[in-house]
């Protein structure tokens, strides 16, 4: 079947190190792959999208890479500070037709 | 400011008393969607709207009518709310279809049925 997969246990990462979340897909070929993050009761914020044809996209301290090979990416957000500490959720379109779909997210704790 | 705006943020109703959130977006927007998110689940699509007068269903569509008579504008209709729609909405917008664009999420409606 066609899924998307992220950790679902909480990632704990020490104030200034880089924290890096996967996001693994199956049976899918996307054109695109999007990060959003999401707060505690509030709508997920879009935060990157990147191409298949590009391999890594930045903005600020977030870097987004896109494996098409082994179906994955990464999202790596470095110097991390206490204040990025949400849930993140990888999305695709599944062969780029009319909507995406979610991973179900994964917890980040930077701790102070 | 560009943003997606859903009323109510928390509602409790009854079984069987029909309700409409509503959602409403200040940018043009072509595609909006509506998304319930649940425990364990994660944001699953209820309806989405590629344009004015043009709906279809999403995953978990039954229980729910959606409408967009107007570009901006793309209401939730619960006819019959049963307790298996405790749930939190969010209504999304897109410039267009597909993962091409970001979508922009509303705060959220945390809804309980008893």
């Known amino acids: 079947s066609q899924k998307i997969e992220q950790n679902s246990e909480a990632l704990n990462i020490q104030e200034g190190k880089t924290a890096t979340l996967t996001c693994n897909y199956t049976n899918y070929s996307p054109a695109y792959l999007q990060w959003y993050r999401q707060d505690p009761g509030r709508g997920p914020v879009f935060l990157l999208l990147i191409r298949e044809n590009e391999k890594e996209k930045r903005k600020e301290r977030l870097k987004v890479t896109f494996d098409t090979t082994l179906k994955q990416s990464l999202f790596h957000i470095t110097a991390s500070q206490p204040a990025d500490s949400a849930t993140y959720l990888c999305?695709?379109?599944?062969?780029?037709?009319?909507?995406?779909?979610f991973g179900k997210g994964t917890r980040l704790h930077i701790l102070p | 400011e560009a943003q997606v705006t859903q009323n109510p943020r928390y509602l409790i109703t009854v079984t069987g008393k029909k309700l409409t959130v509503t959602c409403s977006q200040n940018?043009?927007?072509?595609?909006m969607s509506w998304y319930r998110q649940d425990p364990g689940l994660g944001l699953r699509q209820i309806y989405y709207s590629m344009n004015v007068e043009v709906t279809d269903k999403g995953d978990v569509p039954e229980g729910y009518k959606v409408s967009r008579k107007e570009k901006r504008n793309f209401p939730l209709i619960l006819e019959s709310p049963s307790p298996n729609q405790t749930s939190l909405y969010f209504c999304?917008?897109?410039?267009?279809?597909?993962?091409?664009?970001?979508?922009?999420f509303g705060s959220g409606t945390r809804l309980t049925v008893v």
């Open positions: 999305a695709l379109s599944p062969s780029g037709d009319d909507k995406i779909i």
């Open positions: 940018m043009n927007h072509e595609y």
């Open positions: 999304a917008s897109s410039m267009r279809t597909g993962a091409g664009y970001g979508y922009t």
